[in-house]
């Protein structure tokens, strides 16, 4: 089984890309999905975040992701307070959905893992692909698709690792600064080159 590393930062169109390699036969695994499951109400996640940042973040039992963003989102210390809590339960769904996707025989599987290289989890697999798009065109999709003001989807960006840290931990770069159709031929051509037949 071919195991992909799918990155890139927000805005950068690394949904695109995961959406087509769908298409093609892959097996995708939304890490963005694990994080959501491993802090659903009653998980041990939750409760940690509960004891780590305050009860105040427990709304109906649920997580106030809006709340808890904008504490993270503004310090650095508590993201990565954040992210030591979250990215353990994260990383054993991922580790489980690999052995469920080989108990089934599937040849290719992409983990989209928005920080994969923030986690250190570069030299996990077969191959990482990251989809790299400029600042502005970040910005720009960022205020017109999710209605963000410039500053949040800057802090967004400047929480993330660079284009260039991505860029060096990948075997392969995507140029997602087109149009849709453009970085879905570019996924074309990587999986004529890098899936066998």
Not at 153 to 165: G, K, P, S, V, Y
């Amino acid at each position: 089984m071919l195991r992909i590393g799918l990155t890139g930062g927000i805005a950068s169109g690394k949904s695109t890309a995961l959406a087509r390699f769908a298409e093609l036969g892959a097996r995708v695994v939304d890490h963005d999905q694990l994080s959501r499951r491993a802090v659903a109400p009653g998980s041990a996640a939750l409760a940690d975040i509960a004891r780590e940042f305050g009860p105040r973040l427990i709304v109906k039992d649920e997580l106030d992701r809006g709340a808890l963003a904008q504490i993270v989102f503004a310090d650095d210390h508590a993201l990565a307070r954040l992210n030591s809590i979250v990215h353990p339960y994260v990383m054993a769904m991922g580790q489980a959905a690999d052995r469920q996707a080989r108990a089934e025989g599937v040849r290719v599987i992409v983990h989209d893992i928005p920080l994969l290289v923030e986690t250190g989890q570069d030299g996990e697999f077969d191959l990482v692909v990251t989809v790299a798009a400029d600042l502005d065109t970040r910005v720009r999709r960022m205020i017109e698709s999710r209605g963000m003001t410039e500053d949040d989807a800057r802090a967004r960006i400047r929480a993330q690792a660079t284009d260039e840290q991505r860029a060096a931990a990948a075997d392969v770069v995507l140029d997602g600064n087109a149009t849709p159709e453009h970085l879905a031929r570019q996924v074309d051509d990587f999986w004529h080159v890098h899936v066998p037949s």
